[in-house]
């Protein structure tokens, strides 16, 4: 008798909570939508258009001073001199810009963010690398 008495207990408990959990008349709250020119990536792609500048600046002094591009693709570029480097800069800067707004169209707006961040943190990072090396 016990044991009826709590499964029916149980079973009232589990009906009582599914009527709760379907409200009708309601639309639940959709994510929002962002555009992708707000404040917050106008900011974060000036960060990444400075580190692009400077990781130039510093990889041209440091080809002057007789160090070597470490990478491959970009190497034929960058020992080309100055127009060279902007072409490289150029490419760097749009295919980082492009990813993201790959992303952002594709609708991962938490994937969008995260790879800008990833962008800038290893930008920075590059750009910190070559700093010590000319020091």
């Known amino acids: ?3 009826k008495f709590l499964a029916l207990l ?6 009582n909570a599914q009527e709760k959990l379907a409200i009708t008349g309601q639309v639940p709250d959709a994510p929002g939508t962002h555009r992708f020119w707000n404040t917050e990536n106008k900011i974060d792609f000036s960060i990444f258009a400075g580190q692009v500048a400077a990781d130039a600046i510093t990889t041209q002094r440091g080809l002057n001073s007789g160090f070597r591009e470490v990478n491959p693709l970009m190497r ?3 020992t080309r001199g100055i127009p060279g480097q902007a072409t490289a800069s150029a490419l760097s800067f749009g295919a980082g810009l492009g990813t993201v707004y790959l992303l952002h169209v594709a609708h991962h707006h938490r994937a969008e963010r995260i790879t800008l961040r990833l962008i800038l943190a290893g930008e920075g990072a590059l750009v910190g690398h070559n700093i010590a090396l000319l020091r």
Do not use: S
Not at 10 to 15: E, F, Q, R, Y
């Open 76 to 78: 034929p570029l960058v």
């Open 1 to 3: 008798m016990k044991y």
């Open 10 to 15: 149980l079973l009232i408990g589990a009906a």
